[in-house]
Every structure is written in C-alpha cells, then in structure tokens.
C-alpha cells in the first residue's frame, strides 16, 4: 500500500504520458486508414477504413482533452489536500473534499483507458485491410495504445487505492478488469503483425 | 513476407512514435528522480538518484535526436527508389542504393530499440527507492519505454525483411533477439509496481 500523504502528489505527469500514449496510437491507425483510402488493391476495406478513421480522429481529441483533463483533476485533489485543518469540522470538510477530487483524479484515467481500448480495438478492425506498407505501424499503434492503457490502469489505481468509499472501490476495480482484456488483445495484434513481417 | 515495393515507404512516424514513446519514459525517469532527491527520507538512494536522473536527461534528448535520425534514414530509402531504373547499370544502382539505405533504416531502430532497453534498466534501479508518491510514474516510464522498445523492434524487423544482405540480416535479428528480455523486464516491473499500489 502506498502512501499519498503530504502536498507531493506530481503524478499529472504519468496521466498525461498514458493520454499522450493513447493519441499516439490513434493518430497512427489515422495515417494509416489515410494512405489505405482510394488505393484500387484496397477497395474492399474502404468503408471499414473511412470509418476507423473518423473514429481514430474523434479518439485523439478525446485522448489530448483527458490529458488536460487530468491535469484539472490533479489540482483539484493537491487543492483538497491544502484546506486547513485546524478544527474538526474543518478536518472532516478536508477529508471529503479530498475523498471527492479522488473520485475525479480517478475517473479521469479510466476514460483515457476506455479510450485506449478503443484505439485497440480500431487496431484489430483494421489489421487485415491495411496498406501492406504501413502494416508496421498498425502494431506501433497497438503497442503505443496498450502503454496508455497499461498507464492509465497503473493511474486508476494510485487513485483507488486512496478512496474511502468501498462500493465505489469495487466499481473502480470492476471497470478495470473489463479493460485488462484489451492489453492482451494489443499484444496479440502486434504479434500478429510481426510474424507477418518476418515471414 | 510484406511487400515494400514503390514509393509508400511512409512509416517513418511509426520510427518517430517509438523515439517520443521512449522520450516520454525517460522524461518520467527524471521527474520522479527530481521528486526522490533532496528528500531525507530517501538519502539512502540519492547517489542512485542523481545517476539516473543524469542518464536518464541523456537518453531522452537521444531519443529525439533519433527521431530525426529515423526521419532521415527513411527519406534516404524513399529517395534510392526513386532512383532511375532503365538500364541494367542504373537497376544495380538502385538496387545497391536501396539495400544501403534500408541497412540505416534498420540501424536507427535499433538504436531506438537499445534506448528504450536503457530506460526499461533505469526505471529497475529506482524502483525500489522512488518517492512512493511518485512511484506510478516509474510504473508508467517502463510501459512507455516497452511501446518504445516493441514498437523499435518492429521497425527493424520491417526493413531487416527487406535487406538481402544475409549475415547483416542474422546480426541484426540477434541483436533484437537481445532486446526482446527487456521487454519482458518492463512487464515485470510495471506489474511489480502495480501489486505494491493495490497492496
């Protein structure tokens, strides 16, 4: 169990590296579907590939707006930490202002998970159809996605590990199950594409 | 096999994804031993600190530099097939021209690819003796720096596929054969971390 005592929580930085992660493997999967789109030898693909583009561009702004978003909610819970508490009452009001900034502090990296496992998934949808000369960095895409999501993971539970409120623990905990699936599937999609490499 | 034939040779972002993703490892590295030195309660590993912290600045800004490097390599790929291929001399031209330029496309990789392996080690020497309010960003440095290295490996490999020269091919797939163990390494390191959080 790790201790988050004191004003020293500085780990905005590590939700922003799993945000900055996660858009980079949704700007690759977009650059691919982008030199996929209008090739004859690929014309079977072109829904799948308009598609996935349109939702690797949405996942990439989401990505770059949860990185800001993660900062807010970090100085939200360093502000928390900061109330006085010289009174009881001033003690209690502390503890649930920082119990609620975790919540926050929390949410903010499930999403960026939840947008990680997306880009995966966008990964998967086109690893059959892809131009086969940028084949590579559909699995550079995968593997970039699976750290943001493996961070994220890593941020939700910093967080969890502080929250009080055990229902609300258990839903973090759930949430973060569903989602361990999707690291396995990145590695299986960057795999598989390296095996297609080396022949 | 994938081919890699004509000019859509664009997978120099995906070199790119793999030098920032080991760039971001290495600038976590730093900041987490930033936030352990100077602190009494972590004298005991502040020499261990300050070299880290020392080798860690170097390889981020040699992470960059091997964005550009990879960026290079490749327009001097693009650029020998683009050469004129009429007659028999200018084919062998050519040819000679792509298979040196494709041994420097590999080489930057693998350059990439031994980087993101040096911070995969640095991330295990402070481990044990980072700030604990920081430690998920060590946690997040080794999963960033494994997308690095994974992410390099397949780069070499997709132009290592390419180059016809058999004993460069052989050496190039034992020194990634070499790197594979720190991904491994990155894994059990963020794991580790992830289990001292959760408790």
């Known amino acids: 169990?790790?201790?988050?005592?004191?004003?020293?929580?500085?780990?905005?930085?590590?939700?922003?590296?799993?945000?900055?992660?996660?858009?980079?493997?949704?700007?690759?999967?977009?650059?691919?579907?982008?030199?996929?789109?209008?090739?004859?030898?690929?014309?079977?693909?072109e829904l799948t590939m308009i598609d996935v583009r349109s939702r690797a561009e949405e996942l990439r702004s989401l990505a770059v707006e949860l990185a800001e978003a993660d900062a807010t909610a970090f100085n939200a819970v360093m502000a928390a930490y900061k109330l006085p508490k010289s009174t009881d009452a001033e003690k209690l009001a502390r503890t649930e202002a920082v119990q609620e900034a975790l919540v926050g502090a929390a949410d903010v990296p499930l999403r960026i998970a939840g947008a990680a496992a997306d880009v995966i998934a966008l990964a998967g949808r086109i690893m059959d159809g892809a131009n086969v000369n940028v084949i590579s960095d559909v699995a550079v895409a995968a593997d970039s996605a699976r750290a943001g999501?493996?961070?994220?993971?890593?941020?939700?539970?910093?967080?969890r590990a502080a929250i009080k409120d055990e229902s609300h623990k258990a839903e973090l905990a759930a949430s973060v199950a569903r989602l361990k699936d999707a690291v396995l599937t990145a590695g299986a999609i960057s795999e598989s594409i390296t095996a297609r490499i080396t022949g």
């Not at 004191?6 to 922003?16: N, T």
């Open 149 to 159: 999501l493996q961070s994220a993971i890593t941020n939700v539970e910093i967080n």
């Open 1 to 45: 169990m790790v201790g988050r005592s004191g004003l020293e929580f500085v780990d905005s930085r590590g939700g922003a590296a799993a945000a900055m992660n996660t858009a980079i493997g949704a700007a690759l999967i977009s650059m691919v579907c982008n030199l996929t789109i209008g090739k004859p030898k690929y014309v079977e693909h």
